[in-house]
C-alpha cells in the first residue's frame, strides 16, 4: 500500500487566484494535508508545557514540517505554481 503513496501524479489543485496550492485532488493530499494538521496540533499542545529548550526544538520541528509541506505540494500541484491574477 505504502508504493501508492508515491506513484507518480498530481495530489493538489492550483489556485484559481493567486500564487501557490488550492486543496488536494488525490487520496494523497489529503493524508499529506490531515497528517500534517494532526501532527501540528500535537506539537502545539505539547509547546504550552515545554521548557525553553524543548520550545525550541518544537518550533524548529514546526517549521521544518512546514517547509517539508510547502516542498510536496509545490512538486504535486497540477499546472504548478505561478501567480493567476
Known amino acids: 500500500m505504502l508504493h501508492k503513496f508515491f506513484e507518480d501524479g498530481h495530489w493538489f489543485a492550483a489556485k484559481k487566484f493567486g500564487y501557490g496550492a488550492g486543496l488536494p485532488i488525490a487520496w494523497q493530499g489529503w493524508v499529506l494535508l490531515g497528517g500534517y494538521i494532526v501532527t501540528?496540533?500535537?506539537l502545539?499542545?505539547?509547546f504550552e508545557h515545554a521548557s525553553?529548550?524543548?520550545s525550541i526544538v518544537i518550533v524548529a520541528s514546526m517549521v521544518l514540517l512546514t517547509i517539508?509541506?510547502?516542498v510536496v505540494a509545490k512538486r504535486r500541484t497540477e499546472g504548478g505554481w505561478r501567480w493567476r491574477p
Request: avoid cysteine; aromatic fraction near 0%.
Open 52 to 54: 525553553g529548550a524543548v
Open 40 to 42: 501540528m496540533a500535537i
Open 44 to 46: 502545539a499542545a505539547t
Open 68 to 70: 517539508g509541506l510547502i
